[in-house]
T-cell receptor, first 112, second 113 residues
Framework: AQTVTQSQPEMSVQEAETVTLSCTYDTSESNYYLFWYKQPPSRQMILVIRQEAYKQQNATENRFSVNFQKAAKSFSLKISDSQLGDTAMYFC?????????FGTGTRLKVLA | SQTIHQWPATLVQPVGSPLSLECTVEGTSNPNLYWYRQAAGRGLQLLFYSVGIGQISSEVPQNLSASRPQDRQFILSSKKLLLSDSGFYLCAWSGDNLKPEAFFGQGTRLTVV
């Protein structure tokens, strides 16, 4: 079975600062992906970044980057130069055979 | 390009009434389809997924059922709603050869009163 754990229910960060959201996972899949999704107040789920488990290089998308530690089954998200528009729920997820399993989310508030 | 439509956006239903939420995907064929529920302050719970017409896998025993009558249509139903069925329901699809992620609809806010 696959599980995803996000141990930080809420976080806040000052505008322009850097924040890191934590995620650990467990899976029996040999080939899988990891994702971070953002859910703003509109409730629309938006993909922030993806990581292929067989790739050692950490994924980066503009101000968003991940720290993927496969042996530790850790997949944290770093947001640099935080902006007010980054205020949202952030969900970590893993994929296996057909299924996507999500964590409980971290509510991030960016403070002006 | 692919799009996913989910309706209605908001629904208020009395306890004991039936439910039908519909989701359709355009611009792709043979997608994998999903229904998730997001309870207040909680994560996304996978309810059902389907890899083809008539093929439904249930993840959590509950008062709900799902059907896939057409390739790109996924329906979430209940014969008699319970108060505990309230929540935010999200439909999603995957299967893009170039993108491994799931793509989500706008969601339905269901309140059972």
């Amino acid at each position: 079975a696959q599980t995803v754990t996000q141990s930080q229910p809420e976080m806040s960060v000052q505008e322009a600062e850097t924040v890191t959201l934590s995620c650990t996972y467990d899976t029996s899949e040999s080939n899988y992906y990891l994702f971070w999704y953002k859910q703003p107040p509109s409730r629309q789920m938006i993909l922030v970044i993806r990581q292929e488990a067989y790739k050692q290089q950490n994924a980066t998308e503009n101000r968003f980057s991940v720290n993927f530690q496969k042996a530790a089954k850790s997949f944290s998200l770093k947001i640099s130069d935080s902006q007010l528009g980054d205020t949202a729920m952030y969900f970590c997820a893993t994929s296996g055979t057909y299924k996507y399993i999500f964590g409980t989310g971290t509510r991030l508030k960016v403070l002006a | 390009s692919q799009t996913i439509h989910q309706w209605p956006a908001t629904l208020v239903q009395p306890v004991g009434s039936p439910l039908s939420l519909e989701c359709t995907v355009e611009g792709t064929s043979n997608p994998n389809l999903y229904w998730y529920r997001q309870a207040a302050g909680r994560g996304l719970q996978l309810l059902f997924y389907s890899v083809g017409i008539g093929q439904i896998s249930s993840e959590v025993p509950q008062n709900l059922s799902a059907s896939r009558p057409q390739d790109r249509q996924f329906i979430l139903s209940s014969k008699k709603l319970l108060l505990s069925d309230s929540g935010f329901y999200l439909c999603a699809w995957s299967g893009d050869n170039l993108k491994p992620e799931a793509f989500f609809g706008q969601g339905t806010r269901l309140t059972v009163v």
